[in-house]
């Protein structure tokens, strides 16, 4: 079993950035691929960014590839979102999720989830 614990959302100007962090607890994290969704209000929840364990491979969605960053700290457990030049349209609940084998594109590969921080982006 792993734990998984979002932190670092939080409202933003549009053009700002926020870092956040996804802490996981449990099993090893070592050889799990970890990702990030995100869910707008009547949104599907949609992939954002997906790091292997390795951190040698990282993937993104077109609407934040040159903005966003996924990395991750074996060391400490925890993955990371850095988000810069921030629109409105980015604003939604961000989820990490994790999982050893499936698409890191498709939510539905992922077996372990957090429980989501909220990232608001103002005009």
């Known amino acids: 079993q792993v734990q998984l614990v979002e932190s670092g959302g939080g409202l933003v100007q549009a053009g700002g950035s926020l870092r956040l962090s996804c802490a996981a607890s449990g099993r090893t994290f070592s050889g799990y691929k970890m990702g990030w969704f995100r869910q707008a209000p009547g949104n599907e929840r949609e992939f954002v960014a997906a790091i292997l364990w390795s951190g040698d491979m990282t993937y993104y969605a077109d609407s934040v590839k040159g903005r966003f960053t996924i990395s991750r700290d074996n060391a400490k457990n925890t993955v990371y979102l850095q988000m810069n030049s921030l629109k409105t349209e980015d604003a939604a609940v961000y989820y990490c999720?994790?999982?050893?084998?499936?698409?890191?594109?498709?939510?539905?590969?992922?077996?372990?989830w957090g429980p989501g921080t909220q990232v608001t982006v103002s005009s």
């Open positions: 999720a994790a999982t050893f084998s499936g698409s890191v594109y498709v939510k539905s590969a992922y077996h372990y």
